[in-house]
């Protein structure tokens, strides 16, 4: 089978071709039919966040169909659609058994971002307990997108814990800022979309976002503050995490306000006890998404409530064209398609 592989730190992919993996007694084989690329993938090229061993198949955002199945697996079997939950969990630690499978203790691994080879090529095996079905007539690069973009947003949105009426900043309209924004848009919130790339006003519009601000910290929080009346803004979801970002989000809140960050850099937020404690803020991470979030974005996806954010596909020879696009920025998703 063919694969990109990841062999040094800041270097471009090789495609190479390699043995196509051996099902063992509880693992699926799947011919991958799409796989998303983000934020996460440039971060690993980067050497920050996640450090898999190399040589390392990256892709995380996986969707395909099962060609074999070892012995012990009774759940699925060759010609079924599924997508891949990459969290390798224990099931049984503390986390797992509260249901918050994302935060496991004993983590296997990540499939496509740490110790697991993922879907930048032909073929991937992997326990089958990470499948879960895809519904029919939502297409595999819809499911692939659902694998991190759509659960960490439905995962961020649960944090925020919005009320209809609120009014809420999106700091961020990339895949997972584009599925907030449907998400919150469908909820009765109105959603000040926000990010460096004022091209991307007009998609986060249709993305359901009721107006959008450039980001410029200063003139942001500014306008937040004119915009509601001087009280700030009830939620803050950002899909950042620049200090910047942060600091601009943490001012903009009114008091009793909620911040959420799923994006994350090297950067820091310096946080003035004061200020948190006089105005009782809340500030609340979020990361990815749990099995059932995953599900949950499938069906969402199924009966139309949300929508596809893929804009363009890349076959597997030009993954390195497809990161360089992704790094100098894209509006919407881009998934690598394999025929
Ligand atoms: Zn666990």
Redo the contacts with the bound molecule.
């Keep these: 089978m063919k694969a990109a592989v990841l062999r040094k730190i800041g270097e471009r992919l090789s495609i190479e071709e390699m043995p196509t993996p051996r099902p063992g007694p509880g693992d699926a084989l799947l011919r991958v039919r799409a796989c998303g690329i983000d934020g996460t993938d440039l971060k690993l090229l980067d050497g920050f966040g996640y450090v898999p061993e190399l040589p390392f198949v990256m892709g995380h955002e996986i969707a395909g169909e099962v060609v074999e199945c070892g012995a012990d697996v009774t759940e699925f079997a060759p010609g079924d659609r599924v997508v891949v939950y990459n969290f390798v969990?224990?099931?049984?630690?503390l986390?797992?058994r509260r249901f918050r499978d994302q935060l496991?203790?004993?983590?296997r691994g990540i499939v496509g971002v740490l110790d697991l080879p993922g879907g930048y090529a032909d073929y991937v095996c992997l326990p089958a307990q990470q499948l879960i079905r895809l519904p029919d007539g939502l297409s595999f690069e819809d499911g692939a997108t659902c694998c991190d973009a759509g659960m960490t947003a439905l995962r961020a949105v649960d944090r925020a814990d919005v009320s209809i009426g609120d009014r809420v900043l999106v700091i961020g309209v990339g895949g997972v800022g584009s599925v907030v924004t449907q998400i919150l848009a469908a909820s009765g919130v109105e959603v000040i979309a926000v990010d460096t790339d004022v091209a991307k006003e007009s998609w986060a519009r249709t993305q359901g976002a009721a107006s959008f601000l450039p980001l410029a910290a200063d003139e942001l929080v500014a306008e937040a503050l004119r915009r509601s009346a001087g009280l700030g803004v009830d939620r803050v979801i950002d899909v950042v995490g620049l200090e910047d970002t942060m600091r601009a989000g943490f001012a903009a809140l009114r008091r009793g306000g909620r911040m959420v960050i799923v994006g994350y850099t090297p950067e820091a937020l310096p946080l003035a006890g004061k200020e948190l404690a006089q105005n009782e803020k809340e500030v609340l991470g979020a990361r990815a998404g749990r099995r059932d979030d995953l599900r949950r974005c499938l069906a969402l996806f199924r009966a139309g409530k949300l929508r596809s954010i893929v804009r363009a596909t890349y076959p597997l020879q030009q993954v390195n064209e497809a990161l360089e696009t992704l790094r100098g920025g894209v509006i919407g998703r881009i998934v690598l398609t394999f025929d």
């Design positions: 969990t224990c099931g049984s630690c986390y797992c496991c203790l004993d983590m």
